[in-house]
């Protein structure tokens, strides 16, 4: 049973333009929300989070935003540059079991 | 600061032999875990330390797995014997406590391919 999905697996943006990652989840019970980053052939790298008691979260060029009624969050990456391509990981946990992750969407972002 | 180390980087060996990989955390993290990565996938849990102690272990196959993490620091996961389906990335990390919220800092991960 797939609790975290990310459905798209790639997306392409051009360069300067607004990125937006789509995650959808099953579990009420999720409290906490992350995105991890991933470039080939190295570890996911932590990008930005959010809990449960929000909406909304904002760090630099990333916004992540959570609509707890549709169990949807949403990653927003603007404006949207190179080294931005990689893929992004949506991730869920309750506050007291392992984080879930979705399977992934693979952004490019072309100059 | 030195960030999670794991080696090898890759590993291809043949189906029904052994292997093990080893996962140096990040000094003074307390929690380290050990994820499975299958092509196409996101990373699952096999195991989670907190120190030297087994904290979830539920979803680790336990019939051919196995992971110790002598001494609460350096960890290491053995696959005896291998499967065809045991091809994936195997990454490591650690995070300071294990409390909600807790950032998991990762390894480059090994990559697995049994033939």
């Known amino acids: 049973d797939q609790q975290v999905k990310q459905n798209s697996p790639s997306l392409s943006v051009q360069e300067g333009r607004i990125s937006i990652l789509n ?17 080939p052939a190295e570890g996911p790298t932590f990008l930005i989070s959010i809990s449960s008691i929000k909406d909304k979260n904002e760090d630099g060029r990333f916004t992540v935003f959570l609509n707890k009624s549709a169990k949807h969050l949403s990653l927003h990456i603007v404006p949207s540059q190179p080294g931005d391509s ?26 | 600061e030195a960030g999670v180390a794991q080696s090898p980087r890759y590993k291809i060996i043949e189906k029904r032999q052994s292997v093990a990989f080893w996962c140096n955390p990040i000094s003074g993290h307390a929690t380290l875990y050990w994820y499975q990565q299958i092509l196409g996938q996101g990373p ?3 195991i989670q330390f907190q120190n030297n102690g087994v904290v979830d272990d539920s979803q680790l196959p336990k019939d051919r797995f196995s992971a110790e993490r002598l001494k609460g620091v350096d960890s290491t996961l053995k696959i005896q014997p291998a ?10 990390a650690s995070s300071l406590g294990a409390s909600g919220g807790e950032t998991q800092y990762f390894g480059p991960g090994t990559r697995l391919l049994v033939l």
């Open chain 1, 23 to 39: 995650c959808d989840y099953t579990n009420s019970m999720f409290d906490y929300f992350l995105w991890y980053k991933k470039y």
């Open chain 1, 86 to 111: 990689a893929v992004y990981f949506c991730a869920a946990k309750t506050s007291y079991d392992k984080v879930i992750f979705g399977p992934g969407t693979s952004l490019s972002v072309i100059p």
């Open chain 2, 44 to 46: 699952k849990l096999l």
């Open chain 2, 83 to 92: 499967k065809l389906e045991d091809s994936a990335v195997y990454l490591c």
